[in-house]
């Protein structure tokens, strides 16, 4: 049973415009949120995260939205960069809960983006 | 450079074997963590060690085991190998013990099970 779910495997934007990339979530425990991004042939590195005290965080281009109601959150890159194509994973972890904070990850989102 | 050492990074090998994966944290993090990443999977959580000790385990196999040295290097054993065992395995490490921020992962070691 998949805890985190990115339901589009992939996606497609052009250069200058806004990506948005999709996640949600099945876990009520879960109370902090994580994007990572990951290159071919390297280890997925950190982007942005989120608090569940919080609706909104921002960093540069990027920003993530989290909807605590509909279990769902996104991440905003604006505008969009060649540079910013890589495989996009969620993740949440249950900082407080029995698993010790050990991160979910969702199957990732490719972002192709064209110039 | 996240500082994560992982080695080696490709490993070929053949059905029954037993293969060991090896991983250097960064230097002053005390938590290791083990992924598993499937083809069209996300990463999935395999086990956690916090200063020498398991602090967490995940969706890890009977026949997989891991263990964190004195020096804070982390190996993954791997045995009785099967062809589903074929994967991506990524070591991540943190600064502190309960996850509170972001996890710096390695290269990853890419197991062939032929």
């Known amino acids: 049973d998949q805890q985190v779910k990115q339901n589009s495997p992939s996606l497609s934007v052009q250069e200058g415009r806004i990506s948005i990339l999709n996640c949600d979530y099945t876990n009520s425990m879960f109370d902090y949120f994580l994007w990572y991004k990951k290159y071919p042939a390297e280890g997925p590195t950190f982007l942005i995260s989120i608090s569940s005290i919080k609706d909104k965080n921002e960093d540069g281009r990027f920003t993530v939205f989290l909807n605590k109601s509909a279990k769902h959150l996104s991440l905003h890159i604006v505008p969009s960069q060649p540079g910013d194509s890589a495989v996009y994973f969620c993740?949440?972890?249950?900082?407080?809960?029995?698993?010790?904070?050990?991160?979910?990850f969702g199957k990732g989102t490719k972002l192709s983006v064209k110039p | 450079d996240s500082g994560v050492t992982q080695t080696p990074k490709h490993l070929i090998t053949a059905t029954g074997q037993r293969v060991t994966l090896r991983c250097s944290p960064r230097?002053?993090?005390?938590?290791v963590y083990w992924y598993q990443q499937s083809l069209d999977q996300g990463l999935q959580f395999l086990i956690q060690y916090y200063n020498g000790e398991e602090r967490a385990k995940g969706n890890i196999l009977e026949r997989f085991s891991a263990q964190q040295f004195p020096d804070l290097h982390s190996e993954l054993n791997l045995s009785s190998l099967e062809l589903g065992d074929s994967a991506l395995y990524f070591c991540?490490?943190?600064?502190?013990?309960?996850?509170?921020?972001?996890?710096?992962f390695g290269e990853g070691s890419r197991l062939t099970v032929l």
């Open positions: 993740a949440a972890s249950a900082r407080y809960g029995g698993s010790q904070g050990n991160l979910i």
């Open positions: 230097s002053g993090d005390l938590s």
């Open positions: 991540a490490s943190s600064v502190v013990g309960s996850f509170n921020g972001e996890l710096f």
